[in-house]
């Protein structure tokens, strides 16, 4: 069996003899890849004239969707997937980091839909006042890059990686070639496999290439994206590209690096700290079997607790059961292979030439379910370190495996330095129950983080630990560790998007935009807006109310109801040094006297007040001064059904603008509604 590429909508296999792939605890052969005879250069011709301008013309609401759909479809066939992942080496557990954690990536990356227009493209921000009577305005819009997304992926996160990665671009509305390191392949395509034959996803949406990356990047163009996770120097080489500098690619690098776990030095061998960071230490050494880009390399603990640390983490880690990931109560499997096993030996005994071993032995272990020797099993190796400013490789070699050092420090500033040692890394944790000392680390120590965790006996049973990079949070770090950034929510969709400054009158800016700029032209309708549903209403249409005065009567009266009884409303002796010249009206009553000038009583397609965006008060309101309002459709978000007895409905964000007898704005706020769309089902 030879595993296929899925190029230019048909699965292809590749010619010649193919790289044979084992199953890392048996040693088994599973399949074989190769893409030679693949023509790359059709996967983006594919991509480009298909999935792109299929991507492209969907709606963010469209595409977010669809990835929830998708993601649902992934999670009902979730066990098949566990048992392919059995022969990466992982267990149960390091499966489900992979799998449900990408797919979890997919529900995460859909719910941003609920931030984003019911539209093709992106509005950024709040315009900009280029002039001075307010008719010429600037803007910043997103659109979907008109190319192709390349992945190229590690091998320990055969799903994740993918998945992770996919979800934004695909929610940006881009599609995507996706490249996973040969040793694992074979569980990608399984997944692939289940994707293509879901229907979910437009044609052209998604490729697989399984085998060697040889000319992929040959393709590339401006409107392209490329992103790799893995070694340091695969990426610098895939950075040094000639195609991709000559055409200005962006490229996304998240490489292996020297992360570090911090005990403070606050923490005492009593303390629920303690405990929490040999558990944490424990995990990070040991979930997948070590090969993570976030593993914890370098363990810093005051100088005065290493001897406490070692013989804490020595009893933690003889524990751990290793052996076959299928075999029941089996917490560390195999590494991915002979290769990696090999390496990883090489950079342990690389260390040892500055560090002592304490714990573990490179080539024994012993192991439950699989004897034959044909497995690449491997100890967990723990190295120790007392000198880590003079014997400086623990700050270089990185061993992709169950391996760790343990090293000294006598105060934050010293570990702040040592941490910085590594040349910038993807994450760091800081255990400790003193606020102010993490504080001082975290500010300090950021610059070559890409994230920390301050854990603590408050955090430590909701984290989601040292190693577990969130979709919604930025996942990457600087220097050594690649310098770029991945996911983090509407950051990680721009990554894939064109930012373009637009200028022009806000009403041109209104009609771009299909959001409401201030200053633009109304649409005056005789109907009141209350009494439309949601496709009905236009944007910039506005109803401009009748007046009403306000009275001293009317601020006593809200400061009895509302309790706010606030100097400024209520006592005019005490107004000498203050902005204004006499009782001043409540800003939330004058919000609500200007609803009371809006609001249609009668029933009508309007369901609910949803909420209040934002709200400025601009100009005290005195007694005597009259107020009137201008009610404008500002936004329109459409809203998917829960069920099918659900209605049909959308959000309509409203710009209520306040205004006194001299036509100068009060007050200004965005209210949202619920608003029934004409055909409710």
């Known amino acids: 069996m030879v595993l296929k590429n899925f190029i230019a909508g048909d699965w292809v296999q590749g010619t010649g003899q193919g790289q044979k792939l084992f199953d890392a605890s048996t040693g088994e052969v599973i399949t074989e890849a190769s893409t030679q005879g693949i023509n790359m250069a059709s996967a983006y011709d594919f991509a480009r004239s298909e999935g792109n301008k299929k ?29 392919w992942s059995y022969k990466t080496g992982a267990t149960r557990g390091d499966s489900w980091i992979d799998i449900e954690g990408g797919i979890g990536n997919l529900f995460a990356n859909a719910s941003l839909r609920r931030k984003m227009p019911d539209l093709p493209y992106y509005i950024e921000g709040d315009s900009i006042g280029l002039s001075k009577g307010g008719t010429f305005i600037g803007h910043h819009i997103l659109v979907p890059k008109e190319g192709v997304a390349v992945h190229i992926n590690a091998f320990n996160f055969p799903v994740w990686g993918m998945l992770e990665k996919c979800a934004v671009n695909w929610l940006a509305g881009m599609p995507a070639i996706v490249k996973p390191a040969t040793l694992t392949s074979y569980l990608t395509a399984v997944v692939v496999e289940d994707i293509i034959a879901s229907g979910i996803l437009p044609v052209g949406a998604l490729q697989l290439v399984c085998g060697g990356a040889r000319d992929i990047l040959d393709y590339v163009e401006s409107q392209d994206v490329v992103t790799f996770t893995g070694s340091a120097s695969t990426g610098l080489m895939l950075k040094s590209n000639s195609r991709l500098l000559a055409e200005s690619v962006p490229f996304n690098m998240e490489a292996d690096s020297l992360n570090s776990m ?15 960071f040999i558990k944490e230490v424990r995990k990070e050494i040991t979930v997948k079997s070590g090969q993570k880009c976030t593993a914890v390399r370098r363990i ?23 052996g076959d990931p299928r075999v029941e109560g089996v917490r560390m499997g195999a590494l991915a292979g002979k290769t990696q096993l090999a390496e990883v030996r090489e950079k342990v005994q690389a260390l040892m030439l500055d560090c002592d071993l304490v714990y573990g032995d490179l080539f024994n272990v012993e192991l439950h379910g699989n004897t034959s020797g044909s497995g690449s099993f491997m100890s967990p190796v723990l190295l120790r370190n007392d000198r880590p400013f003079e014997k400086r490789g623990v700050h270089d070699i990185e061993a992709f495996g169950p391996v760790s050092t343990l090293m000294p420090y006598k105060d934050i500033e010293e570990v702040v330095e040592l941490v910085r040692l590594g040349k910038g890394s993807l994450c760091c944790s800081y255990i400790s129950y003193n606020d102010h000392h993490a504080t001082e680390f975290v500010v300090n120590a950021a610059t070559h983080h890409g994230r920390i965790l301050v854990l603590n006996r408050d955090s430590y049973k909701e984290s989601t630990g040292h190693g577990s990079p969130m979709p919604l949070l930025v996942h990457g770090g600087p220097g050594r560790a690649g310098g770029g950034e991945e996911m983090g929510g509407l950051r990680g969709v721009k990554h894939y998007m064109q930012r373009c400054a637009i200028q022009g009158s806000p009403t041109t800016l209104t009609a771009i935009t299909q959001q409401y700029q201030y200053g633009g032209k109304y649409k005056i309708d005789l109907v009141h807006p209350f009494k439309k549903h949601f496709e ?8 401009i109310t009748h007046k009403r005065t306000i009275t001293e009567s009317d601020i006593v009266n809200f400061a009895n109801v509302s309790w706010d009884h606030f100097y400024a409303h209520t006592d005019e002796t005490s107004l000498e040094g203050t902005p204004f010249t006499q009782r001043v009206a409540h800003g939330y009553f004058i919000l609500s006297a200007a609803a009371g000038l809006f609001v249609d009583a009668a029933k009508g397609p309007v369901m609910l007040n949803y909420g209040l965006d934002e709200c400025r008060f601009v100009k005290p309101v005195y007694p005597g001064m ?10 329109k978000v459409v809203q998917e059904k829960k069920d099918t007895e659900d209605y049909r409905k959308g959000i309509v964000k409203w710009l209520v603008d306040v205004s006194d007898e001299t036509g100068e704005s009060v007050a200004l706020a965005t209210i949202l509604t619920m608003v029934k769309c004409k055909n409710v089902y």
Do not use: C, N
């Not at 492209?56 to 649902?72: D, H, N, P, S």
């Not at 810093?300 to 290793?322: M, R």
């Open 536 to 543: 009905e209403l236009l944007i910039g249409e506005t109803l």
């Open 300 to 322: 810093f603990v005051p100088e005065h607790l290493i001897e406490d640390v070692q013989i804490a983490l020595g009893k933690a880690l003889a524990q751990t059961t290793v």
């Open 626 to 635: 009259t107020i009137g309002v201008r009610l404008t459709v500002k936004e």
């Open 262 to 276: 911090v005990l403070g030095h606050d923490v005492s061998v009593q303390d629920p700290e303690f405990d929490i």
């Open 55 to 83: 991507l492209r013309k969907m709606t963010f609401q469209q595409r977010g969707i669809m990835l929830k759909q998708l993601a649902l479809y992934l999670m009902d066939r979730k066990e098949k997937y566990y048992e």
